[in-house]
């Protein structure tokens, strides 16, 4: 099983920055992907950023340019820095893992591969004018 746990959110003016957290913890094996999507009242959650083991990186049209997405693999551990932030940007925040479990069973020659996607609780990010 695996945790994700996000931190990082918070009040800030518009115009503000925030940085977000997230890190797995568990069965790992190696994560593949993580992201961050968030969700305001009433609106259907959006995928805001995401970021492979290599490094490539994906934003949302909505936030080029202000935020930007990285990760420490050695941590296991993916971060969103915000910047410029604007009232649209206020939601719930989430990080989501694509994890990799490799398991070598007694008396198989070759190790059998799970992948699973993990979501975290949320952290909110609340933008005041």
């Known amino acids: 099983q695996v945790q994700l746990v996000e931190s990082g959110g918070g009040s800030v003016q518009a115009g503000g920055s925030l940085t977000l957290s997230c890190t797995a913890s568990?069965?790992?094996?190696?994560?593949?992907?993580m992201g961050w999507y968030r969700q305001a009242p009433g609106v259907r959650r959006e995928l805001v950023a995401a970021v492979t083991s290599r490094g490539d990186t994906n934003h949302a049209d909505s936030v080029k340019g202000r935020f930007s997405i990285s990760r420490d693999n050695a941590k296991n551990t993916g971060y969103l820095q915000m910047n410029n932030l604007n009232t649209e940007d206020r939601a719930v925040y989430y990080c989501?893992?694509?994890?990799?479990?490799?398991?070598?069973?007694?008396?198989?020659?070759?190790?059998?591969?799970?992948?699973?996607?993990?979501g975290g609780q949320g952290t909110k990010v609340t933008v005041y004018s």
């Open positions: 989501s893992a694509k994890v990799t479990v490799y398991v070598n069973y007694v008396g198989e020659d070759t190790m059998r591969l799970y992948e699973t996607d993990y």
């Open positions: 568990g069965t790992i094996s190696y994560i593949s992907t």
